[in-house]
């Protein structure tokens, strides 16, 4: 059974930075595309950046185009987010998740605040 550990979370001041990171075990890492999530309190659940297999392609939303740059490293089986400039809105747990195998880790708090 796979599993995915998200670290890096924490209270950062609004235009802050955080880096997040995933780590995977038990599964071949390098054979998936990725993807980070993030949910708000009384909010869904939203889709933020997905990173293909090779992390030849990259994907962000709308909301975070910009700001967050998805990352990965294969040979550490780690998968990152780099959140710049943050703002209280980017206030959410989050989390990673393998889409295909449909693994998801037990999230990480960000919190954007003065």
């Known amino acids: 059974q796979g599993q995915l550990v998200e670290s890096g979370g924490g209270l950062v001041q609004p235009g802050g930075s955080l880096r997040l990171s995933c780590a995977a075990s038990?599964?071949?890492?390098?054979?998936?595309?990725m993807r980070w999530y993030r949910q708000a309190p009384g909010k869904e659940r939203e889709l933020v950046a997905a990173?293909?297999?090779?992390?030849?392609?990259?994907y962000a939303a709308d909301s975070v185009k910009g700001r967050f740059t998805v990352s990965r490293d294969n040979a550490k089986n780690t998968m990152y987010l780099q959140m710049n400039s943050l703002k209280p809105e980017d206030t959410a747990v989050y989390y990673c998740?393998?889409?295909?195998?449909?693994?998801w880790g037990q999230g990480t708090q960000v919190t954007v605040s003065s």
């Open positions: 990173i293909t297999s090779a992390g030849d392609n990259t």
């Open positions: 038990g599964f071949t890492f390098s054979s998936y595309t």
């Open positions: 998740h393998a889409p295909t195998l449909n693994y």
